[in-house]
């Protein structure tokens, strides 16, 4: 199973917006409703944004928003602050033989 | 306080064995999905297994599979991975994460598993 293709790098100035995008195929992000994505910060666990691809857990800010069309799942993050700088990774359910597979990852920089 | 908590790692040489707990707490272990998503040095995530909360299904990443086993004590609200044949690329630092949706809800700090000669 092959990673999900991401962007290396997103860029924004405060209070800008940045989306990254995270292509798969149709076994995997075209297939299911099952895109997530996480936000990490330097030396810290990974922390869950978005699931089922636009919903989000209690807690974490409107900002943060996803789509999918086709083949390709997005995040939106509305309002860049300081920060929002970190690496963002997608994920998605694929299939019984394969279940889970990650984006390459997108390193976000708050300019 | 909910919290996941890995411990077992350490560094090992080629072909070794160890294997990684995750103590659970805070939460209702017995009614979850587990896995374990691992990260390489400067490298992405990676997920390597999922477990179901009665352990009747189980999968494995190709990139480990006959060579790591996966297991749950419910009543001890503990998750475990078992690691034989351990290689170089294997080095890593290994969370195990809450399954929710098809997601990973929650994560512990890591547990770092070093293959070396």
């Known amino acids: 199973q092959s990673a999900l293709t991401q962007p290396p790098s997103a860029s924004g100035s405060p209070g800008q917006s940045v989306t990254i995008s995270c292509t798969g195929t149709s076994s995997d992000v075209g297939g299911y409703n099952c895109v997530s994505w996480y936000q990490q910060h330097p030396g810290k666990a990974p922390k869950l944004l978005i699931y089922e691809v636009s919903k989000r857990p209690s807690g974490v800010p409107g900002r943060f928003s996803g789509s999918k069309s086709g083949n390709t799942a997005s995040l939106t993050v509305s309002g860049l602050q300081a920060e929002d700088e970190a690496d963002y990774y997608c994920t998605s359910y694929a299939g019984s033989n394969s279940w889970s597979v990650f984006g390459t990852g997108t390193k976000v920089t708050v300019l | 306080e909910v919290q996941l908590v890995e411990s077992g790692g350490g560094s090992v040489q080629p072909g070794g064995s160890l294997r990684l707990s995750c103590a659970a707490s805070g939460f209702t272990f017995n009614i979850y999905s587990m896995n374990w998503v691992r990260q390489a040095p400067g490298k992405g995530l990676e997920w390597v297994s999922y477990?179901?909360?009665?352990?009747?299904?189980?999968h494995y990443a190709d990139s480990v599979k006959g060579r790591f086993t996966i297991s749950r004590d419910n009543a001890n609200n503990s998750l475990f991975l078992q690691m034989n044949g351990l290689r170089v690329e294997d080095t890593a630092l290994y969370y195990c994460a809450r399954g929710f949706q098809w997601a990973f809800d929650m994560w512990g700090q890591g547990a770092m598993v070093t293959v070396s000669s």
């Open positions: 477990i179901t909360s009665s352990s009747s299904t189980i």
